[in-house]
């Protein structure tokens, strides 16, 4: 791997105390998880990240501390290992603990979720424990999701039922973390008539049918029994547990499905791949670029409408690639170790907004005539996407999202007698299209933009809460076509910050859908760009 390149390394004993790895059949043994992570130091690898499980069947506080001794003498060993070899790195560990989550087919469908609040104190507990130890970071996902996945998993036909009513609240974006409200959640199903905490925490019967047993995916339900009867006893001691590598472990996959393992061969390198590894891999951010070589960079004015306000701007950058890559222009690339387009792609859109002129930055080899590149990159556009401008600009001119400052945004009270701009569900459009007469949003947005202070609260991606005042990032407005014409500061270099026209818009009425157009980007002197 160093050959090539050095990334990073993620380790995964799933459980810290031998114990619980032999009760999840984990069979590696401690003395392999040091060897493991030391050999990794020993060679370069100055991070190391670690996945473990907390709330696992039959886990103690003891468990957790059979982790942190774990996590302190990997530590340890690794700082011996430093002065030792002189080495002028030291050793960072980031461990991310996941809640246990019981799934049909394993031997553990029968168990039920070990309750919240045991395992956020186990997981406190492991932080307590380890907080001495320097270079250690603990992260644990989020619980209430953790206790949906349970129910969710292995429920049954009822909670049909529990979905659909999610989705008639508008609960349809809910895996972004911004959108996820467990509140929602948690209410619609005492609605329903059952408890989130209960059903997660349901224990079954060995003996009784479970709501995915017509379901046949080949294991035995004996089998299964078997092993989970052979997990709950397992002792402290490390023990090889049979597994289908090694033997026959008769889970049912072969009779029942009439197939046959196949296990694959060792893997042996060919003679002409044997004389590579004796060739000095060249570093490709060190290559020397013959700077005589002319580039042109262009800026073009392209809109993005239609289908295209439902792409994110990930997916907007990753399809306008595409096309570029269609054209057959010769493009220049980034010349690190996995070399992408030079292309910019400005100020991203917010989602379900649409834009008369983003700007995008390209850099091609070719001196094209700019009406020939226009025509060539339109034609391979997708609808909705149309290069309305272009300019050659010098190379290393100032880029898009420094040199654009503000942005001219068009913006329209959505009614039920228009087109809806976004794809929510019924229920949810009923709750969220009342009618909105003009003058009601002219005196909205007056009232909002004539305060002292535009106040505005958003989490970062820790969770945590800030409030800025977007006062100064609201330019001239006007209002025409029964549209609200407004400056909004975009960009970056700047003591203002940039304000979304979604965000402002929910100061506005909350209640309201809004058609959002960029119409235009300017400058710092507000000339247009």
Partial sequence: MQSVRKSGMTLAPEAGSQRLRNVIKKNISEEQILDAVLTLYKNGWGKVKFYFIAGLPTETLQDMDEMAELLGKIKYKAKGIKQELGLNYGL?????????????????????????????????????????????????????????????????????????????????????????????????????????SELAQKKYNLEEDLPWDFVNVGLSKEWLKKEYKTALTQGTEFNLQKTCEHNCVNCGVCTTLKTHKVLAQPYKASEEAQKVLDIKPVDPTR???????????????????????????????????????????????????NPTMKVSMGIALPLFAESEGELVDIEIYDNVPEEDLVNLINSKLPEGAKVIGIKQVERYATAVDIAAQWAEYKITPYNKNTPHPNPLPQGAREHQEPLYNFEKFMYDVSRVLSSDKVLITKKNKKGLEKTTDFKKSIGSYRFDENSLFIYLKVGQGSDIPALRADDLMKLVNPEQIFEITRVRFLDEKLNEM
């Fill in 92 to 196: 960072e560990l980031t461990c991310t603990v996941s809640i246990f989550v019981p799934k049909p087919f394993t031997p553990f469908q029968w168990c039920s979720q070990t309750d919240l609040s045991t395992v956020t104190e186990h997981i406190q507990y492991l932080k307590e424990k380890t907080k001495h130890i320097k270079g250690l970071k603990i992260n644990y996902h989020e619980s209430a999701v953790s206790q949906i996945e349970a129910v969710l998993t292995r429920g049954d036909a009822s909670l049909c039922d529990y979905i659909n009513a999610l989705y008639q609240k508008g609960c349809y974006l809910d895996a972004w973390g911004e959108y996820f409200n467990k509140e929602v959640w948690s209410q619609t199903a005492e609605e329903c008539g059952f408890s989130l």
């Fill in 287 to 337: 290559v020397n670029v013959d700077m005589s070589i002319p580039v042109y960079r262009y800026r073009l004015k392209i809109t993005k409408k239609g289908l295209l306000k439902y792409f994110s701007h990930l997916d907007w950058q990753n399809t306008f690639h595409k096309c570029l890559a269609r054209t057959g222009l010769n493009i220049v690339y980034t010349l690190g170790f």
